[in-house]
Each structure stands twice: as C-alpha cells, then as structure tokens.
C-alpha cells in the first residue's frame, strides 16, 4: 500500500501568512495526488488534482506543486475561512485511493 | 445543482448489520464510478469501498472486505453500502463520494469531486 505523510500535522499561522504543507508519498505517484480542504462539521472540499490543477471555484491563493513522491500545496495570503484541516490523497493505486493523515491549519 | 444525500445511518450492536444509501441528483449518476469514504471520530479520511458507473466492478479496502458490500440502482440514482459484521472501529462519518476522472496533461486524474454531507455510524452495546 501507498503511504501518505504530510508534514506538519498542525501549523498556526496569521491572516495574511504565506502557509506551505508537504505531502510524501512512500513511492513515485507521478502527479497523482489532489488536496482537500476540511472544516469542522464538514464534508471535505476539492481545491487541488492531478497535483497542480486548481479544481473550479477555488480561489487563486490556492497552489499545488510537485511529481513524484513529493509535493505541497500553498496558501499565498491566508484569509480567515482557510483556516482548516487539510489532506492530500494519492490516486495512483486507484480506486485504493489513500489520504494523508491530514495538517490542522490554527489561527495564531 | 449536483448533490449526495447520505441516509441510513444510525447506532447498531457489534456484529449487527446496517445498510447505507446514497441519493444522487443533478448528474448523469450511471456515468461516474462512486466511492464511500469514512471518517472516525477525531481521525483522518479512509477509503472504503468503490464500484463503477455500471456496478459491474467493486473494490473493497482490506479493513471491510469481506463484511462490506457495495451496489447501485442506476435506474433509481442510488448507491448503497451494506455492512455486516460490524465492529467498534468501524464508528465514523460515511461519506458519499463521486469520483471525477480526466486526463491532464498526460495523467489520468481521477479525484473525488462532489461529497454527501455524510451519515453517522455507531457501533457499540
């Protein structure tokens, strides 16, 4: 099975704060990973695929990067709704899909 | 507007059964592979279970196979999950998932695109 480590599990950081969290796949997944976004409460969110590609109606602040076992995903300028549980997801092994352990994102 | 309405959910005994639905509207439901997707108290995402657009496919995580079942009624626009034999871990948040797939730039992308809102699964005496 394909593990997903992101790093860090929990992060505080101001509105305004450029934020990254690092997602490494124990093998090569090409560019097979996408990011989800988690509140509280909540269903998770789409906001990156296929690494890079921002999923339609995320914001622009959102970024992803990366291919082969490592990637990030970026926040340019933290707004206060970003302030989330966020996980990555390998689909290389799909439909054995599998997602990090998630990055608990804190207002500081 | 696309949506995924999880019902079904509920408190059950160690060993009982229960059987999850999932309502799909706003999208051709027979053209999309669908997931189910779990999520424990307190814990991170798990994949449970896949089928196909046409249900003729299924795929289980090792954790449930052999106690889970996955089907759809394309004609009713409605996934399902039956789950035997269950256990104290497997209390969490059921998620209904569609699964989108595209080619970009060369990858086959498939990510899960639209979520149910979820239905609670407790097993305990």
């Known amino acids: 099975d394909i593990q997903m480590t992101q790093s860090p599990s929990s992060l505080s950081a101001s509105v305004g704060d450029r934020v990254t969290i690092t997602c490494r796949a124990s093998q090569s997944i090409s560019s097979y990973l996408n990011w989800y976004q988690q509140k509280p409460g909540k269903a998770p969110k789409l906001l990156i695929y296929a690494a890079s590609s921002l999923q339609s109606g995320v914001p622009s602040r959102f970024s992803g990067s990366g291919s082969g076992t490592d990637f990030t995903l970026t926040i340019s300028s933290l707004q206060p709704e970003d302030f989330a549980t966020y996980y990555c997801q390998q689909s290389y092994s799909t439909p054995s899909i599998t997602f990090g352990q998630g990055t608990r994102l804190e207002i500081k | 507007e696309v949506q995924l309405l999880e019902s079904g959910g509920g408190l059950v005994q160690p060993g009982g059964s229960l059987r999850l639905s999932c309502a799909a509207s706003?999208?051709?439901?027979?053209?999309?592979?669908m997931s189910w997707v779990r999520q424990a108290p307190g814990k991170g995402l798990e994949w449970v279970s896949a089928?196909?657009?046409?249900?003729?496919?299924?795929y289980y995580a090792d954790s449930v196979k052999g106690r889970f079942t996955i089907s759809r009624d394309n004609s009713k626009n409605t996934l399902y999950l039956q789950m035997n034999s269950l256990r104290a871990e497997d209390t969490a948040v059921y998620y209904c998932?569609?699964?989108?797939?595209?080619?970009?730039?060369?990858?086959?992308?498939?990510?899960?695109?639209?979520w149910g809102k979820g239905t609670t699964v407790t097993v305990s005496s």
């Open positions: 089928i196909s657009g046409s249900g003729g496919s299924t």
């Open positions: 998932a569609r699964q989108r797939i595209t080619m970009v730039q060369g990858v086959l992308a498939v990510r899960v695109d639209v």
């Open positions: 706003g999208f051709t439901f027979s053209s999309y592979a």
